[in-house]
Nanobody, 128 residues
Framework: QVQLQESGGGSVQAGGSLRLSCAAS???????????LAWFRQVPGKEREGIAA???????RSTDSLKGRFTISRDNDKYILYLEMNNLKPEDTAMYYC???????????????????WGQGTQVTVST
């Protein structure tokens, strides 16, 4: 019954910033706090790419290739997962997804097969 819903996507100029949100519903606070949460992105025809994951205690791990431009965080009281994206580039254009898992091995690896709860995605388009 748990559902995830992304928001905050849209069109932005290169060099700009966006903050994506992922709101959870259908669960109580105790269960939400127990979940491993993550962000992924995917371009049509390409493999889904892991961006970052965050554990129940706020510990986080991100993909090295993003060079620290993306930051994941969570607000357990509001049932919201965030992804702060700075200095956006055209290559960041993709569909962005949030995901959740009850597994204990949260921070590694950041792979889509580990997650069983997914949002519908929000499109991010970065123009030159």
């Amino acid at each position: 019954q748990v559902q995830l819903q992304e928001s905050g996507g849209g069109s932005v100029q290169a060099g700009g910033s966006l903050r994506l949100s992922c709101a959870a519903s259908g669960i109580d606070l105790r269960y939400y706090r127990s979940l491993c949460l993550a962000w992924f992105r995917q371009v049509p025809g390409k493999e889904r790419e892991g961006i970052a994951a965050i554990d129940t205690d706020g510990s986080a791990r991100s993909t090295d290739s993003l060079k620290g431009r993306f930051t994941i965080s969570r607000d357990n009281d509001k049932y919201i997962l965030y992804l702060e994206m700075n200095n956006l580039k055209p290559e960041d254009t993709a569909m962005y997804y949030c995901a959740a898992s009850a597994r204990r091995d949260c921070l590694q690896p950041i792979i889509s097969s580990k997650y069983n709860i997914w949002g519908q995605g929000t499109q991010v388009t970065v123009s030159t």
